[in-house]
C-alpha cells in the first residue's frame, strides 16, 4: 500500500513521514525542492511536483493508495489539483489537514477556505478523513524575529485563550487514519487540553530559557497583521488574519476537545514540553539581542 505524503517538509509532514517510517509504510513524498527533503526517511521515495503545475502530478500519484493532503495558502486550486490527479490515479483514501474554523457559526474567511476544500474532496468521491486542528504550538517561532529585535512579543489577542496542539500530535492522528481501519468518513477536531493566553505561553517560553521576555498589547488586530507584514500582505489573507485575531481575543475560556487524547490513548503534549524540545530556537535568539 503506497502512502503519498505532501507538504512532507513542513512542521507536521516531517513528523508524520517519520512516524509512517517507522510504522513500515511504503511511502513517497511531494517535494518541490529535493533537498528540503534532507533528514527524512531515506527508503521513502522522492517525487518532485507541484500543484501550480499539474503536469508534474501524474507521476507523483501514480500507483498511490493513501494520500494525506495539505494545501496551502488561499483559495483552492491546489486542492481542486490534486483531487483531480488523485482521481485519475485511483487514490482510495485522503486524510486532508483542515482547520477547526470550519467548525465557527458563521464560518470566518479562514474557515471558509478550508470549508470550500473540505467539498471539494467529498465531491470527488474518495472517501475522507478530515482533521481539523486549532493552533500550532509551532506558531510561537513566529514570534522569533521580535525576540531577536528587541526581547519581546506581540499580543494581539489579550485575554483571548486557546488550546494549541503539537504538530507531532497531530502526525501521529494522521499516521493512525492512513494505517489502521476505522477513519474513512470521520471528522477529527485536534486541540491541546491546556487553554493559554499569548502570556502565558511567553511565560512557558521564559521559564524553559530562563530569560524574560516582554509581551507588548498590540492596539488593533490590523496593527499586529500590518507589522507581521510589513511589505504588504494580500487583501483578502490581512483580513481573514486580522478577523482571526478578533475572535481569539473575544474568546477568553479556549475551546479544547479530548479527541487526540481518545485516538492516541495519551494525553496530548503540553506547550512546556514543545518549548522544551525547541529551546535551542529561543535560547538562539539572545544573541541577536
Not at 185 to 198: C, H, I, Q, R, S
Request: glycine share 10%.
Amino acid at each position: 500500500m503506497m502512502i503519498l505524503v505532501t507538504g512532507s517538509t513542513g512542521n507536521i509532514g516531517r513528523e508524520l513521514t517519520r512516524e509512517l517510517d517507522a510504522k513500515g509504510a511504503t511511502l513517497r513524498l511531494l517535494v518541490r525542492d529535493p533537498a528540503r527533503a534532507e533528514g527524512l526517511p531515506e527508503r521513502a521515495e522522492r517525487a518532485v511536483g507541484d500543484f501550480g503545475d499539474p503536469s508534474s502530478l501524474a507521476t507523483a500519484f501514480a500507483g498511490v493508495d493513501k494520500l494525506f493532503l495539505l494545501t496551502q495558502g488561499i483559495g483552492t486550486h491546489h486542492t481542486a489539483q490534486a483531487l483531480a490527479a488523485a482521481e485519475a490515479a485511483g487514490v482510495r483514501h485522503i486524510v486532508h489537514l483542515s482547520s477547526f474554523h470550519v467548525t465557527f457559526d458563521p464560518i470566518p474567511a479562514m474557515g471558509r477556505w478550508h470549508h470550500e476544500r473540505e467539498k471539494i474532496i467529498r465531491a470527488s468521491g474518495i472517501p475522507a478523513t478530515f482533521l481539523r486542528p486549532g493552533g500550532f504550538m509551532t506558531n510561537a517561532l513566529d514570534w522569533l524575529p521580535t525576540i531577536r529585535e528587541g526581547n519581546y512579543v506581540l499580543d494581539p489577542v489579550g485575554p483571548g485563550r486557546y488550546a494549541p496542539i503539537d504538530p507531532a500530535d497531530i502526525a501521529s492522528v494522521a499516521a493512525l487514519a492512513l494505517t489502521e481501519a476505522g477513519h474513512q468518513g470521520k471528522e477529527y477536531l485536534l486541540t491541546g487540553d491546556e487553554a493559554l493566553t499569548v502570556t502565558e505561553q511567553v511565560r512557558i517560553i521564559s521559564e524553559t530559557i530562563r530569560r524574560d521576555i516582554e509581551v507588548r498589547p498590540t492596539a488593533t488586530a490590523a496593527d499586529a497583521v500590518r507589522f507581521r507584514f510589513p511589505g504588504g500582505a494580500p487583501q483578502a489573507l490581512a483580513d481573514a488574519i486580522t478577523e482571526g485575531f478578533t475572535l481569539m481575543r473575544a474568546d477568553t475560556v479556549g475551546l479544547r476537545t479530548d479527541t487526540a487524547s481518545r485516538l492516541l490513548g495519551r494525553r496530548p503534549g503540553t506547550f512546556a514540553e514543545w518549548c522544551a524540545r525547541h529551546a535551542r530556537a529561543f535560547r538562539e535568539s539572545e544573541s541577536a539581542i
